[in-house]
């Protein structure tokens, strides 16, 4: 089990900083049903959770994905995947592409699944390995990132499995994904995946495990599924235009809220008015929130927060670990009053997408670009 992190919403709504980002676990578990019941219950889905839960907490996140539905985790960082184990973890985990190859003792003393992209890396794993080792092969079918071109896989593959202790469990693939609905672009990228896995059985070599599918794909083209999905942001409750998931999916980021830390009443200066950090025109009641540019708050304003039920404007820059806010038109805010920056208070709302545009950021990136220090808090 995991060990505790303050991470329950009722000590956490009380983190020596009252500055969180609330992540609704209930949300994630019904996620990944919703994903399970997509795919069907035959074949594995292995949750991304990379980017430490695309910014929501990945080992909380993947317990809860594991618990509920996930035959395993992913991650594209081998120093995460070692912390996941850390944390308690024991589903198999599946590292993408991250490493060097003198990183392979650290992989397989922490029972992590490698993928590899060229033969540098297998020979690395098959020195460090002194017993069987399950290696994923990443194949590259239209990204142009990471794996090996679809083309030379074969030959590849045949030669890393030449080297001592290798067993292939499986190979990768991650499609590239622009939007709409190009069905024959999807299934040019799936033919060069299926090419390299008819070539290697012919040649007596199994894939025991063929994973393609991410969520673009997963919410698109079902004919993608294979055997396996790796589904990220959709585990999250992001979808883009023209994603409709029979099961409609629920947002885990729920809200980012901090406090009012400190109050004054400002009155408009005699002298140096012009150097003043901010015009201040009209006597003002300036509030102070503990959260600044260092959390990442520069890019995830709306440019107004929600204090007592109303929206109120941030007033200057966020500076490194503290912003003002404007409450003269809520003289009844207090110390210790709950500020939303991103979430729901009353019957106003600032939303993760308003959030994203504003500040050109893509959905899945919000979570993400909240600092590491803003204590996430579970509620379910
Ligand atoms: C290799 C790989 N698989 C799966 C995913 C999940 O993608 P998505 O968030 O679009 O589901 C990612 C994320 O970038 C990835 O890099």
């Known amino acids: 089990m995991l060990p505790p992190r303050s991470r329950h919403a009722d000590d956490a709504r009380r983190p020596p900083r009252p500055t969180t980002l609330v992540v609704d676990l209930e949300a994630a578990a019904h ?26 907490g990945a080992a909380e996140l993947g317990a809860i994905f594991v618990a509920h539905g996930a035959d395993a985790l992913a991650v594209a960082d081998l120093g995460e995947g070692i912390r996941l184990r850390q944390r308690g973890i024991t589903a198999p985990i599946l590292v993408y592409p991250s490493s060097l190859p003198e990183a392979a003792p650290d992989a397989l003393g922490h029972a992590l699944i490698p993928t590899l992209v060229d033969l540098d890396g297998a020979h690395a794993y098959a020195e460090a390995a002194t017993g069987p080792c399950d290696v994923f092969v990443k194949i590259d079918v239209g990204l142009e990132r990471l794996g090996v071109p679809a083309e030379q896989a074969v030959k590849v593959i045949a030669a890393m499995l030449e080297l001592p202790h290798l067993r292939l469990a499986g190979l990768c693939a991650h499609p590239h994904a622009p939007g709409g609905d190009d069905h024959a672009y999807a299934e040019w990228q799936l033919g060069r995946f299926t090419a390299v896995v ?13 994973l393609l599918a991410a969520s ?8 993608t599924y294979l055997n396996a999905v790796d589904p990220g942001r959709m585990l999250y409750g992001i979808t883009f235009a023209g994603e409709t998931p029979p099961v409609p999916l629920r947002p885990t980021l729920r809200a980012l809220t ?21 015009p ?7 509030g102070v929130i503990p959260m600044g540019s260092a959390d990442g708050l520069a890019w995830l304003h709306a440019g107004r927060v929600l204090v007592r039920g109303r929206a109120v404007p941030i007033v200057g820059s966020p500076s490194l670990e503290h912003t003002r806010i404007d409450l003269t038109s809520a003289p009844d805010a207090r110390v210790g009053d709950e500020v939303v920056i991103i979430g729901r208070q009353s019957d106003a709302e600032i939303t993760v997408a308003e959030v994203a545009e504003r500040h050109g ?3 899945h990136h919000v979570a993400t670009t909240v600092g590491p220090r803003v204590a996430r808090v579970y509620t379910s």
């Not at 889905?45 to 910014?55: H, I, L, M, N, S």
């Not at 070539?199 to 199994?206: D, M, P, V, Y």
């Not at 673009?216 to 004919?223: G, H, I, M, S, T």
């Open 31 to 56: 996620n990944i049903r919703a994903v399970r019941q997509m795919v069907g219950p035959a074949r594995k889905v292995f949750a991304v959770v990379k980017a430490d839960g695309y910014g929501h």
């Open 198 to 210: 008819d070539e290697l059985q012919t040649r007596g070599i199994g894939v025991p495990i063929r």
């Open 216 to 223: 673009p794909f997963v919410l698109r083209f079902p004919q």
């Open 258 to 278: 901090t406090r009012v830390i400190a109050l004054k009443e400002l009155a408009p200066r005699e002298r140096f008015a012009e150097l003043a950090p901010f």
């Open 280 to 286: 201040v025109t009209a006597p003002m009641r300036l």
């Open 361 to 363: 950021l893509g959905l």
